[in-house]
């Protein structure tokens, strides 16, 4: 069965400009959290959503914001693009929230901002 | 705030050595995770433990879960260069969903 699949692989930005990402589960799994991995950070926890309602979110400013759609797709979106912004942007889904099922994470995007 | 530190950051054993990472909070967690990353890839998820004092073994790995749900180890037996990546360790509540507190992670690289 299809894994996580997270798009675009790569992408390079502008200060002050948007960008979406976008992430598609693993076919039946409802439940799907973003992550932003940097070398100074490591891993941290930006939202969770499930049947389109977002159930959890992290300590990041207003400029990041997701969505979920009726067919468990995901979005994130990113205003005002600052150069610490650039990170690896993790999607992982899982079958339901809770229950510690634990992640099928994607490859991420790797988001660069000059 | 959960924390969770990993140690240690960075390891470089030879092929066949016995290694030990270590994951460890002040905070309890309903459940404690395990992942490894390679480069340019997502992490992968290894076991979950979720009942202190909790023993799992996969093959050559051995995780173990603190009587207090507070730390976690894990354990290789035997590494082989196969083993090299970035181990995660993460921390899990039944109140926060799915939303896991992640260790800073040991890179692992082992040498043939």
């Known amino acids: 069965k299809a894994g996580v699949t997270q798009t675009p692989r790569y992408l390079i930005k502008t200060r002050g400009q948007q960008v979406t990402l976008s992430c598609s589960p693993i076919?039946?799994?409802?439940?799907v959290s973003w992550y932003q991995q940097t070398p100074g950070q490591g891993l941290q926890f930006l939202f969770e959503?499930?049947?389109?309602?977002?159930?959890n979110k992290g300590n990041f400013p207003g400029r990041f914001s997701g969505r979920q759609f009726s067919n468990s797709r995901s979005e994130m979106n990113v205003s005002t693009l600052e150069l610490g912004d650039s990170a690896l942007y993790l999607c992982?889904?899982?079958?339901?929230?809770?229950?510690?099922?634990?992640?099928?994470f994607g490859s991420g995007t790797r988001l660069t901002v000059v | 705030t959960q924390l969770l530190e990993q140690s240690p950051q960075f390891l470089s054993i030879q092929e066949g050595e016995n290694l030990t990472v270590y994951c460890n909070s002040s905070?309890?967690?309903?459940?404690l995770q395990w992942y490894r990353q390679e480069p340019g890839e997502g992490p992968v998820l290894l076991v979950t433990?979720?009942?202190?004092?909790e023993v799992k073994k996969l093959k050559r790995l051995t995780f173990q879960f603190g009587d207090a749900r507070k730390d976690s180890s894990l354990h290789i037996t035997a590494a082989q260069p196969g083993d090299t990546g970035l181990y995660l360790c993460?921390?899990?509540?039944?109140?926060?969903?799915?939303?896991?507190?992640f260790g800073g992670g040991t890179r692992l690289m082992v040498k043939p």
């Open positions: 992982a889904s899982s079958p339901l929230p809770g229950r510690n099922y634990g992640y099928t």
């Open positions: 076919s039946g799994h409802r439940s």
């Open positions: 959503y499930f049947s389109e309602t977002q159930r």
């Open positions: 905070s309890v967690f309903s459940s």
């Open positions: 433990v979720v009942t202190g004092g």
């Open positions: 993460a921390g899990g509540n039944n109140n926060a969903g799915n939303m896991l507190t």
